[in-house]
């Protein structure tokens, strides 16, 4: 894996029109991207690592994600790794990077960054109005992840706080909850119209942070391994624990793992029964766009839990947003008190599903109730 050798290495300039679903086309977004680039002021966070330092950011960095580590190691029951030493090849940004052995201060001290975009769309399986929550998993198997965001105001270089950070993706075999769709699992299943699972929000805390537990996204046809990014900044949070249906988004999004830690996990069970093609890195159209920018890098970086992938992956990710923008977002499918139900106005050709009408434009529609484990 790369190795951060900075503050400011390994940044990365992430476009939102992220997904490509078998019959989707990315022309307009790849688009869409490239004209963002043209007029983005700043494309990455590289101007704000000496301030961040100086504001005590990057020492609870490393101090948070240490612990945040620890304690999904002893969650699941592993012996914590060895960070009192430092050997001379952990540090070789050419090769596999972090080892078992790398110290805490080295492994979490680097922000790989992205600069989300407010211009392009969120593609076509997002769901509004879905649960605050740390745990995405339910009853999703796969491989154990832990992720940690941070969201930095890219103009002024302080965290956000305050703000919502969703976060969606596909399961183990490449479905995603939550949508009826040709090219999303088994179709005449209209009960996935109700799921939920591997969808979640959180606030950010005083540093712009958010933490999830997940698990480690699949593959499908045409699109690499990734995960979907959207952060509101204006939003009604219902007391049933869910977000409200008025979706308005600051920055949508999408990141990538690097591709020997997606080969591993495919080795496992059950990502090794997935029969959908798998795209790699170099093959995926928005990542080998991302990559045809210099300096972008929109990876998240990682170390293990235990001594291999099997035991789990903690991951992290800081991005920059310009908090003076905001678009509105048109979901595929809203979520409500009584389940799922397609977008009629959304244009994404779902089938199945009930529940009520989209709110309006005031977020007075019905709100969803928490039935599933926060």
């Known amino acids: 894996m790369r190795f951060a050798q900075t503050v400011a290495s390994g940044l990365a300039l992430l476009s939102s029109g992220v997904i490509a679903h078998?019959?989707?086309?990315?022309t307009q977004e790849i688009a869409e991207r490239r004209a963002f680039l043209g007029s983005v002021k700043r494309a990455d966070l590289s101007h704000c690592a000496s301030k961040l330092k100086a504001r005590g950011l990057t020492q609870r960095n490393v101090e948070r994600r240490t612990a945040a580590l620890n304690r999904a190691r002893a969650k699941r029951g592993l012996k914590k790794r060895d960070f009192d030493t430092i050997l001379a090849t952990s540090h070789n940004a050419t090769s596999q990077g972090y080892t078992l052995n790398t110290d805490a201060a080295t492994l979490f001290a680097g922000n790989a960054s992205c600069v989300l975009t407010p211009e392009v769309t969120q593609g076509p399986y997002y769901v509004g109005g879905e649960y605050i929550r740390r745990d995405l998993r339910e009853d999703q198997e796969g491989v154990d992840t832990v992720i940690d965001y941070q969201v930095i105001d890219v103009d002024t270089c302080e965290p956000v706080p305050n703000v919502y950070l969703e976060m969606w993706h596909c399961n183990s075999t490449g479905v995603y909850s939550g949508i009826v769709a040709s090219g999303n699992g088994d179709s005449s299943d209209e009960t996935n119209i109700d799921k939920t699972?591997?969808?979640?929000?959180?606030?950010?805390?005083?540093?712009?942070?958010?933490?999830?537990?997940?698990?480690?996204?699949?593959?499908?046809?045409?699109?690499?391994?990734?995960?979907?990014?959207?952060?509101?900044?204006?939003?009604t949070q219902y007391c049933n624990g869910t977000l409200g249906n008025d979706v308005v988004a600051s920055h949508v999004g999408q990141a990538f793992f690097d591709q020997d830690l997606i080969s591993a996990v495919e080795l496992t069970a059950p990502y090794s029964t997935n029969t959908q093609e798998l795209t790699t890195n170099a093959d995926d159209s928005i990542a080998s766009e991302e990559a045809a920018t210099e300096g972008v890098d929109p990876f998240h970086e990682y170390t293990l839990l235990g001594d291999s992938v099997s035991d789990g992956v903690f991951a992290w990710l800081a991005f920059g947003i310009n908090t003076t923008e905001s678009q509105s977002v048109t979901p595929a499918a809203f979520y409500y008190e009584s389940g799922g139900v397609e977008?009629?106005?959304?244009?994404?050709?779902?089938?199945?599903?009930?529940?009520?009408?989209?709110?309006?434009?005031?977020?007075?529609?019905?709100?969803?109730?928490?039935?599933?484990?926060?």
Request: aromatic share 6%; no cysteine; hydrophobic share 30%.
């Open 22 to 26: 078998p019959g989707h086309d990315l």
């Open 343 to 374: 977008n009629e106005s959304s244009g994404s050709g779902m089938g199945g599903g009930s529940g009520g009408s989209p709110p309006d434009a005031s977020g007075t529609g019905s709100a969803p109730a928490a039935t599933s484990t926060a």
């Open 197 to 235: 699972w591997l969808r979640g929000i959180q606030k950010t805390d005083t540093d712009g942070v958010a933490q999830f537990e997940t698990i480690f996204p699949g593959h499908y046809t045409s699109r690499a391994t990734h995960i979907h990014l959207m952060v509101h900044q204006n939003a």
